[in-house]
């Protein structure tokens, strides 16, 4: 039973281009949640998608960040334009349900270096 | 808002020491609470839980116990090994509306050593 896949794992980009990063939650799974981890820092909440709709995005930026989790397919991470500040880990996480009891599995994040 | 604060690290330790690693949480309703373990590279693990005040979590020689009253759920291991080496997150998730999302308090890197 695989667990929540990212890839990719490691992504450079040059400021100004975009980054597209990639979630499948673990199997059974219908709810996605995207953390972002900046150098020496703890996980913060970035948006809760559940298929095809966002739930929560008030740890989004409000520009240049957006979010997908289609019927089919991976959920997608997009930063446009990025800046430096960007660098960071990325994490996604997968549940069962929303609950608070429900636990979240993390993926291995994708690390994005902006030159 | 909710929050998690955590002792700052680096926490050093000599192999079989004690461990505590204190966290303390502020939240407006009733949380589950959480301790993560993050190795080198890596993603997060869950290391264990605790749903309900007085529960107490444990896993790998690793326990924590919710404590209301003074809002905290340190963690504790009687004899910590090389292996146990990586940084700690505490964490908290409060159903609120429509979303359970994970508040973290900004890790505690333990090293021990030989």
């Known amino acids: 039973n695989a667990g929540v896949m990212q890839n990719p794992r490691h992504l450079v980009r040059r400021r100004g281009q975009e980054a597209r990063l990639r979630c499948s939650p673990m199997?059974?799974?219908?709810?996605v949640y995207w953390y972002r981890q900046l150098p020496e820092e703890g996980l913060k909440f970035m948006v809760y998608l559940q298929k095809e709709n966002i739930i929560d995005e008030s740890g989004m930026p409000k520009e240049r960040f957006s979010a997908e989790f289609p019927k089919e397919g991976p959920s997608i991470l997009r930063i446009q334009q990025v800046v430096r500040g960007d660098s960071a880990a990325y994490f996604c996480?997968?549940?069962?349900?929303?609950?608070?009891?429900?636990?979240?599995?993390f993926g291995p994040g994708t690390r994005l270096t902006v030159l | 808002g909710d929050s998690v604060t955590q002792m700052e690290g680096p926490v050093t330790l000599s192999e079989e020491a004690f461990l505590t690693i204190n966290c303390t949480y502020t939240a407006t309703g009733y949380p589950s609470l959480f301790w993560y373990v993050q190795y080198p590279g890596e993603g997060l693990q869950l290391l264990l839980k605790?749903?309900?005040?007085?529960d107490k979590g444990s896993n790998k020689g690793f326990e924590a116990t919710y404590r209301k009253e003074t809002t905290s759920f340190h963690l504790e291991k009687g004899s910590v090994q090389v292996s146990d080496s990586a940084v700690y997150f505490c964490?908290?998730?409060?159903?609120?509306?429509?979303?359970?999302?994970?508040?973290f308090g900004t890790g505690t890197r333990l090293q021990v050593m030989l």
């Open positions: 605790a749903t309900k005040a007085d």
């Open positions: 996480a997968s549940s069962q349900d929303r609950g608070r009891l429900n636990e979240q599995f």
């Open positions: 964490a908290l998730s409060e159903n609120t509306g429509t979303a359970s999302k994970l508040t």
């Open positions: 199997k059974g799974h219908s709810h």
